[in-house]
């Protein structure tokens, strides 16, 4: 079946701008992850849903990161008043159930100007 | 002290030989353990994982985990160049907590 989908692929926002990430996990997928990527580094996690509920919010770095899955399927990461520093690409990855592997989306790289 | 240590490399093999890769973890708690390959540009893709002490072993790739030693090494047997990528590994740090906490990776190129 398809994987993780993202999008947009690319997205770039003059800073203060708003942002809107979207996620389409496996289908069938409870768990649902977003995690961040600089140039270099491995990913560091963000958030995390199972279903429709946010369990872990622990790793957004700021209030201007949001994120939300509202029908426990597709889910949206919302970056308000966006900042040099958000620039990265920002990874969705969605696993059965909590206890098995995360298979990851493409990505959305994400470039503040 | 990071809580998932990897070398950044670049590891440099010959195409043909056997490509080890390490990763130290600091919480003794952790449960789950992963391998994950990512070429340049593109998304993490899961090679292996490992939950219990010892070997797995899957086509060319091996995992192994030491708990008492708090290490993870990945083995790439019979290298070819189409195994240049970098090299992630990733930790669930204790039961209950499903969040991966990456290394840095290491950058891994085999010589043909």
């Known amino acids: 079946g398809a994987g993780v989908s993202q999008s947009p692929r690319y997205k770039v926002a003059k800073r203060g701008q708003d942002v809107a990430l979207r996620c389409d996990p496996i289908s069938g997928h409870v768990s649902l992850f977003w995690y961040q990527q600089a140039l270099g580094q491995g990913p560091e996690f963000l958030t995390y849903f199972q279903n429709e509920a946010q369990l872990d919010k622990s790793g957004l770095p700021s209030d201007r990161f949001f994120a939300e899955r509202p029908e426990g399927s597709v889910s949206t990461l919302k970056i308000q008043r966006t900042q040099q520093e958000d620039s990265a690409v920002y990874l969705c990855?969605?696993?059965?159930?909590?206890?098995?592997?995360?298979?990851f989306g493409p990505g959305t790289r994400l470039t503040v100007t | 002290q990071k809580e998932v240590e990897q070398n950044s490399g670049p590891l440099s093999v010959p195409e043909g030989a056997i490509a080890s890769l390490n990763c130290t973890y600091s919480d003794r708690g952790s449960q789950s353990f992963f391998w994950y390959r990512q070429y340049s540009g593109k998304s993490p893709e899961l090679i292996m994982f490992?939950?219990?002490?010892g070997d797995k072993e899957d086509g060319r790739f091996t995992a192994q985990l030491n708990k008492a030693s708090q290490y993870v090494s990945l083995l790439i047997r019979d290298s070819q160049p189409s195994d240049s990528a970098t090299y992630l590994c990733?930790?669930?740090?204790?039961?209950?907590?499903?969040?991966?906490?990456f290394g840095q990776g290491t950058r891994l190129t085999i010589n043909p």
């Open positions: 990855a969605s696993s059965f159930s909590i206890w098995d592997e995360q298979y």
């Open positions: 990733a930790v669930n740090p204790r039961q209950g907590a499903q969040k991966l906490v």
């Open positions: 490992i939950y219990s002490n």
